[in-house]
């Protein structure tokens, strides 16, 4: 077979890992957020939850969350007598989600906490409610801060992707196998995944710097 032949089938696992990475990405920010926020909140139960959440799934394997979603939850489900059988494309995306999560959440407490402490005085002298204090003036210094970071662990989650591949779903690392084991040309086949997952990564992170410039500039704007 020419290489060409090569191209449709892994450009169908191109667009599913795509997919993978966008879906898991925009869910990965808001547990980042939810759990980044959580974890600094006076609420004793809801900032023990948040760390809980953080610790297990940043002290654990991604490809055992994903194993565990995918095939040990339905037998959990079995023993309460719920069906909780998720299709691979949805435990996939939960589990990318879940582990981008845990670590943005980092991200998101550390770029909150290097706010300068004369901002958390001023908004207390101008007795703002701590939801006040956060929405209007530590997080539109902290949003900045995070977007490095953040575009950082967005190429990341786009190279993790290829675990999905052992849940038998159909993304580009699983199509360049399928393509190695009937043709046995591993050489071509690797290195045009190899050049695939480099230009989606560099697409990625293009449209991350972007987003960094508009919320530099969103920053500028209300200063």
Request: net charge positive.
């Amino acid at each position: 077979m020419s290489w060409t032949e090569y191209l449709p089938p892994l450009l169908q696992g191109a667009w599913l890992t795509a997919q993978l990475t966008f879906y898991s990405t925009i869910l990965g920010a808001l547990c980042a957020f939810a759990f980044g926020i959580g974890k600094l909140a006076h609420n004793p139960l809801l900032r023990w939850v948040s760390i809980s959440f953080i610790e297990v799934f940043r002290g654990t394997s991604l490809l055992v969350q994903l194993f565990w979603l995918y095939f040990a939850l339905p037998v959990f489900g079995q023993w309460i007598g719920v069906d909780l059988r998720l299709p691979p494309l949805v435990a996939g995306v939960l589990a990318l989600s879940l582990n981008i999560g845990a670590y943005g959440a980092e991200v998101v407490r550390g770029a909150i906490q290097s706010v300068a402490p004369s901002q958390y005085e001023a908004a207390k002298a101008l007795d703002f409610t701590p939801r006040q204090t956060l929405w209007r003036i530590a997080l539109p210094q902290a949003i900045p801060e995070m977007m490095p970071s953040f575009g950082n662990l967005a190429v990341q989650n786009l190279k993790d992707t290829a675990l999905v591949s052992l849940i038998s779903l159909g993304d580009l690392a699983f199509r360049a196998e399928q393509i190695r084991n009937f043709t046995q040309d591993s050489t071509t086949v690797y290195s045009m995944l190899l050049l695939m997952y480099f230009g989606m990564a560099l697409v990625l992170t293009a449209i991350m710097k972007l987003l960094e410039r508009s919320v530099g500039r969103w920053r500028a704007g209300r200063t």
